[in-house]
């Protein structure tokens, strides 16, 4: 599918291989360093197309490519002055990323595999809570690309499971029980993306639709006998599913058994670590926050401290309204490990949230320093600085978030920000 990115009163819309005359005796300057080859190596591509490339970024260029890898160390806001600036702001000329004047050449197949995906970004994209990707990460169920910092970037096609994920809770689908369950299909759907599933979700049962049977997670066959015509089940209550067992096995309606109570009592003395976080996330997807609140609390009472639990106790008071008491809880995550990135990424947008843009801007800054990869530390901080008036230093975290992320949910914004400056 081709991309689209807005710009104050234009739709710019990326070169595609169908199109490439596009590039013939245009006049095209590189921001930053490029990604994919030298810059050598792209002017001799270039010049099959009559295209001259420029050295210094001048007011009359046609094209102007965002590189994929690093931005130069000068000053950014110098490099785009303003004539150049007023003609990517009226559509005279074209702000573009690297990947798109490739796949115009026809040397990418498909730009978009190359884009990773933050937890957050992930969120935005399918509407859920960041805590919710982030949960689903931590147990297994929605592997990462790669981990870096403690935090997981994830692609596009792990995007689209997460909202398969994010279907079938809505459903009803506990996570915890789509873990247990999935695992338990083993060969069934091993190598299999969740996205190719046919699942089907009867209260707490994960079902599998193969064949045209619906199978259980311990290979029972399912059989509906009480699905109304129209498709839907009815709104009072699950629909009777006969439950045949495996050979050997005994058959009748099978069910999974209750979980303990989620309240604090004596009884929960004995419970691990493990098992009081689970119940914490599990009065969380509830809603029941304040009590999530309390079962974090516990562990940190019972348990050494750790980033992790800190971290996400702040993000639940954070969520209750309780924000400068998460202030505090993102500020003792950093003391545990400083190099809690996506903590230093949390306390920075509080201090936003506050007022305090002065100390946001420190704590985004000491995230970048810690992963300067991490795009939407670049985003928040260079919204920070131009709310500051230093729309001359956000210029740079701007344009280093599009190579970073160009197909951000965030990219418009960035774009249209730049026009702007």
């Known amino acids: 599918m081709e991309s689209l990115a807005w710009f104050p009163g234009k739709l710019i819309r990326p070169m595609t291989k169908t199109s490439p005359l596009i590039l013939e005796n245009k006049r095209i300057g590189f921001l930053g360093k490029l990604g994919a080859m030298t810059r050598k190596e792209a002017c001799q591509w270039l010049k099959q197309y009559q295209v001259t490339v420029c050295e210094k970024l001048s007011g009359d260029l046609d094209l102007v490519v965002i590189g994929a890898d690093e931005m130069p160390d000068e000053d950014i806001q110098a490099m785009l002055h303003e004539k150049l600036r007023e003609r990517i702001g009226n559509g005279t000329t074209l702000l573009i990323h690297e990947q798109d004047l490739w796949s115009a050449l026809g040397l990418v197949d498909d730009p978009s595999q190359k884009q990773l995906y933050t937890p957050a970004m992930v969120a935005s994209l399918i509407k859920t809570r960041v805590s919710a990707v982030r949960r689903w990460h931590r147990i297994g169920l929605l592997p990462s690309i790669k981990v870096a910092h403690k935090l997981p970037y994830f692609d596009f096609e792990q995007v689209q499971c997460a909202k398969q994920i994010a279907a079938w809770t809505k459903q009803g689908a506990r996570v915890t029980d789509l873990k247990k369950q999935l695992d338990e299909f083993g060969d069934r759907i091993a190598n299999r993306s969740l996205i190719d599933l046919d699942i089907r979700i009867d209260g707490r049962r994960i079902l599998l639709c193969d064949e045209g049977k619906l199978i259980g997670s311990q290979g029972q066959l399912h059989l509906d006998f009480d699905e109304p015509s129209d498709g839907q089940h009815d709104p009072e209550g699950p629909?009777?599913?006969?439950?045949?067992?495996?050979?050997?096995?005994?058959?009748?309606?099978?069910?999974?058994?209750?979980?303990?109570?989620?309240?604090?009592?004596?009884?929960?003395?004995?419970?691990?670590?493990?098992?009081?976080?689970?119940?914490?996330?599990?009065?969380?997807?509830?809603?029941?926050?304040?009590?999530?609140?309390?079962?974090?609390?516990?562990?940190?009472?019972?348990?050494?401290?750790?980033?992790?639990?800190?971290?996400?106790?702040?993000?639940?008071?954070?969520?209750?309204?309780?924000?400068?008491?998460?202030?505090?809880?993102?500020?003792?995550?950093?003391?545990?490990?400083?190099?809690?990135?996506?903590?230093?990424?949390?306390l920075g947008c509080v201090l936003a949230e506050t007022g305090q843009l002065d100390l946001a801007v420190a704590a985004f800054e000491g995230a970048l320093a810690k992963d300067d990869r991490y795009p939407d530390v670049h985003y928040h901080l260079a919204r920070s600085l131009d709310e500051l008036g230093r729309s001359d230093q956000a210029t740079k975290h701007w344009l280093r978030f599009l190579q970073l992320s160009p197909q951000s949910p965030w990219a418009d914004e960035a774009l249209e920000r730049l026009g702007r400056s």
């Open 239 to 346: 629909p009777s599913i006969l439950v045949m067992a495996p050979p050997g096995g005994n058959a009748g309606l099978l069910d999974v058994q209750d979980r303990p109570s989620l309240e604090i009592g004596q009884d929960s003395g004995t419970w691990t670590k493990d098992a009081m976080l689970a119940a914490a996330e599990e009065l969380e997807d509830a809603g029941r926050i304040d009590e999530a609140i309390e079962w974090h609390r516990v562990i940190l009472a019972k348990y050494v401290p750790t980033a992790d639990i800190v971290f996400g106790l702040g993000e639940l008071l954070l969520r209750s309204g309780e924000v400068q008491a998460a202030r505090e809880r993102f500020y003792n995550a950093i003391e545990i490990d400083e190099d809690f990135v996506e903590a230093r990424a949390s």
